[in-house]
């Protein structure tokens, strides 16, 4: 059975644990806060969460894990059957990811810390987050899936990453992301609703 390694709080725990979920795959989950000791960083060369741990083996990342996964378990299907739309479904999630998630993610500390960001943060953060949502509006299908006809990657990315970025963004420097995109808004919505995300979100307090 795949352990699954991080606490639920996190949006690549919750990410990987619906993916897990979608792959109709047992797993167990096992709580583990991120850390720098020797048996973690074995689990995670960089201490963060998600790990997964399989016949005593450990794999890090959440896109590392997809492709692990993917090619475990071929069905259901996680990227489309042509081979350039499945590289269009990761270079969205990439993208949702680099230029969207992990700018948004510097202002974390102010919110989940209530240590403030600088203004030149901010700033920063404003700019390059108008780069990212355009890069990705650039990409995103929305009809009915990010990707185009099938659910995929993707679709975990916008709902798991883009959502948190649209959290943080509004909260620390005052920037709407869903307002400014309503087709990822719709899409989040209707995702919201899919057995696997809305299985995370019940079980995220317990």
Known sequence: MIKLYGLRMSNYYSLTKALLIEKELDF??????????????????????????????????????????????????MLPADPFEAGKALELACHIKLDVELVARRCLPEVLMGQPVSDETKDQVRGDLGKGVKAVSRLFVGAPYAAGSDFTIADLYVYYCFGLA????????????????????????????????ARVQAEAGG
């Open 166 to 197: 649209s959290m943080l963004a509004e909260k620390v420097v005052g920037l709407d992301l869903l307002a400014e995109q309503p087709g990822v808004a719709e899409l989040m919505q209707r995702l919201a609703e899919r057995p696997s995300i």
């Open 28 to 77: 167990e989950e096992v709580k583990a806060p991120p850390s720098q000791k020797e048996d973690y960083l074995e689990r995670s060369p960089m201490g963060k969460m998600p790990s997964i741990e399989v016949d005593g083996r450990f794999l890090s990342e959440s896109l590392a894990i997809f492709a692990y996964l993917e090619r475990l378990q071929p069905a259901p299907a």
